[in-house]
């Protein structure tokens, strides 16, 4: 545990001396700060869990968990940069590509030469994946891309996107299809939304296909396997999610406990109520089941462990325990001063964010009743998961 103490003080003073002190200004002119990916960059984040022999820093799951526990800390937008660029598209590429995909994007996805983006949700189609309507029809020596990609974070940022297509409607799941696309090939085009509710101080927004042509080496696993290759990459996601939410609630807790302080020093008014304690202890329970949660699942994913049940679990509980530290601490809050209650209203608009991407919490209370049941077996990728092993390997 001792070096997970370290890593996270090592974040932790980064995000507070770099990230922190222009957060509420970001998220309130909803303007992402363009130094910060640089700067996550720079600082050896964006390639934290690849393998040093591509680049990275090789650490395992947990420490993972960590870095996004102490992003997630300072605003969710800085902890979806790792989600989506490492968490959902780096690791699969470690997963599924071959080995000249590896070494061809994964040091510059480590040296932040390339943001990536994971895009598979459309407006059609965002819990149902099977709906997706993106076609990849064979053309040439590769396939033509076209179709329409809604809500993908860092839209507008990022320079490699993992696309999911369908060569086949018809055969639903089975027809989706993950290519690797740059920015700049021909017909690839991309618009951020506007006044967006939470993750101001982030990006999210659409990308548009339009006959965008890609070799056969665009390929990331093989034609039909993209919704493996997607589950598989959203097993790493939401658990970035889930300990993203960790520090977004102990954020909360955090903000609950200096207020309390400043307006009862001496802890023997308002903070001695049942009603503060109450909401108080609810925090605390929810930071401290929420982050045991994560890094049991994270333990899995370190031994290779099947682990979908664990995970989903893991960021359900997790995000919905932000979302209700929020509240929490909003109610304390509004029940002694009157507005403005930053960083508590920024921190709940993020949550809800974070209850709706990596499956909202009810698809992930389906899922739990399926697991419980014994309607949802756990099915071995054909690519193997990395193990801590692999992660760390020069
Ligand atoms: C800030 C943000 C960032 C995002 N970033 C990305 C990204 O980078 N890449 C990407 O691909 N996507 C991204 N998404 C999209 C996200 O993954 C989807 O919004 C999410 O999967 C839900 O899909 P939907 O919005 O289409 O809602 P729908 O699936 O249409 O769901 C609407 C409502 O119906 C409920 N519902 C749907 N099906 C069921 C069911 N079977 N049982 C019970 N209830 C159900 C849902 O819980 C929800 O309440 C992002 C979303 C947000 C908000």
């Known amino acids: 545990m001792e070096r997970y103490r370290d890593r996270a003080a090592r974040v932790r003073a980064f995000g507070e001396r770099v990230l922190a002190p222009t957060i509420e200004e970001e998220f309130r002119a909803a303007r992402p700060n363009p130094a910060a990916i640089p700067a996550m960059a720079a600082e050896g984040l964006l390639g934290w869990s690849l393998p040093p022999r591509y680049g990275g820093l090789g650490h395992d799951y947990r420490a993972l968990a960590v870095l996004c526990e102490e992003l997630g800390r300072i605003d969710a937008a800085h902890q979806i940069t790792v989600t989506v660029h490492l968490a959902l598209v780096g690791l699969s590429i470690l997963q599924w590509g071959s080995e000249a995909q590896r070494q061809r994007w994964l040091p510059l996805l480590a040296r932040g030469e390339r943001i990536a983006t ?7 189609a965002g819990s149902d994946v099977g709906a ?79 006959d965008v042509r890609v070799g056969p080496d665009a390929l990331l696993g093989q034609e039909g396997e993209g919704f493996a290759v997607a589950m598989a990459a959203l097993g790493n996601g939401l658990y970035t999610v889930g300990a993203g939410a960790v520090g977004a609630a102990q954020a909360a807790l955090d903000a609950t406990v200096a207020f309390l302080h400043t307006i009862d020093p001496s802890g023997t008014g308002p903070a001695r109520s049942q009603w503060v304690q109450q909401r108080v202890a609810r925090m605390v329970s929810g930071v401290e089941r929420s982050r045991l949660l994560i890094h049991r699942a994270g333990a899995l994913k370190n031994r290779g462990v099947p682990n979908a049940r664990e995970t989903g679990l893991a960021k359900w509980q997790a995000t919905e325990a932000a979302f209700q530290a929020c509240q929490d601490a909003l109610a304390i809050r509004a029940a002694f001063g009157p507005p403005p209650y930053d960083p508590i209203e920024r921190i709940l608009a993020n949550a809800k964010g974070s209850v709706i991407f990596g499956g909202t919490s009810q698809i992930h209370t389906g899922m739990q009743a399926g697991y419980a049941l014994g309607y949802r077996p756990e099915r071995a990728p054909r690519c193997p998961a990395p193990t801590a092993t692999d992660l760390a390997a020069s």
Request: glycine fraction near 14%.
């Open 118 to 124: 994971f895009a598979l949700t459309e407006p059609g």
């Open 132 to 210: 997706l309507i993106a076609s990849a029809r064979r053309g040439g020596p590769g396939y033509v891309l076209n179709g329409e990609k809604s809500w993908i974070s860092l839209a507008d940022e990022a320079t490699l996107f993992l696309v999911f297509a369908s060569v086949d409607r018809a055969r639903r799941h089975h027809g989706i299809t993950a290519f690797l696309v740059e920015r700049g090939t021909p017909g690839l085009s991309t618009t951020t939304y506007p006044g967006k509710l939470g993750i101001r101080a982030g990006s999210t927004g659409s990308v548009i296909m339009q």
